[in-house]
């Protein structure tokens, strides 16, 4: 019988396993227990070793992204680039103005007045 604590072979006639000493005699439902225990465990190990991944690759790319800014520097002159993105760029003032066209009344309109 193979343990559920090291998976060490064990006869068939002991109650203990004899590496670890964890009881070998379980009920079915102790073994479900302890399966979904260890399922449990390794999820979260797992869950936590994607986070750590994740944050060292977003680190490394903000890293990236801050050492080309900084290489990158002065646009060169002539070249078209946003107003913001360089030190001498101007900004550019835009001004909108809405004017609806107002249609004319199909109803003829009379100014006289009758007495």
Known sequence: M?????????????????RCGARLNLTADEIRDTLIQRVEVERAEKTAANARQ???FGI???LVAVTL???VGKAPSGALHLPSA???????EIRYKYEP???KALVP??????P
């Not at 604590?5 to 396993?17: D, I, L």
């Not at 309109?109 to 009758?114: L, V």
């Open 54 to 56: 994740g944050l060292v």
């Open 109 to 114: 309109y009379n100014t006289q007045r009758k």
């Open 69 to 71: 800014f900084l290489a």
């Open 2 to 18: 193979n343990c559920l604590q090291c998976n060490n072979s064990n006869p068939a006639t002991v109650q203990y396993c004899q």
């Open 101 to 103: 066209e107002i249609p």
């Open 86 to 92: 360089s030190k001498d760029a101007g900004y550019v």
């Open 60 to 62: 490394v790319l903000f």
